[in-house]
Nanobody, 120 residues
Framework: QVQLVESGGGLVQPGGSLRLSCAAS????????MGWYRQAPGKERELVAD???????TYPDSVKGRFGISRDNDKNTVYLQMNSLKPEDAAVYYC??????????????WGQGTQVTVSS
């Protein structure tokens, strides 16, 4: 079994910064892509940032230039540095990972979510 454990959410003022972390543990052979998604009330879950095993990153225009994703492959951990936060960034942020296990090539896993609130 694989678990993704997130940390780092909280309340921040507009213009502030937060850093989210997500550590994967369990029966992991390797991790393909890791990423962050978010879901605000009444909205669909959307991609925030994605990083491949080779370090290639993807961002939507809404966060490009403000957010940065990175990963530590030795620790099976992905980070999301969020700068210049706006009220519209407020949401529950979910960690995602595509993982290769002992008996399967690829399976998708999700974290439990961490709340990010941007308010003065």
């Amino acid at each position: 079994q694989v678990q993704l454990v997130e940390s780092g959410g909280g309340l921040v003022q507009p213009g502030g910064s937060l850093r989210l972390s997500c550590a994967a543990s369990g029966s992991i052979v390797s991790i393909h892509a890791m990423g962050w998604y978010r879901q605000a009330p009444g909205k669909e879950r959307e991609l925030v940032a994605d990083i491949t095993s080779g370090g290639d990153t993807t961002y939507p225009d809404s966060v490009k230039g403000r957010f940065g994703i990175s990963r530590d492959n030795d620790k099976n951990t992905v980070y999301l540095q969020m700068n210049s936060l706006k009220p519209e960034d407020a949401a529950v942020y979910y960690c995602h990972a595509s993982i290769r296990g002992i008996y399967y090539y690829k399976r998708e896993y999700w974290g439990q979510g961490t709340q990010v609130t941007v308010s003065s």
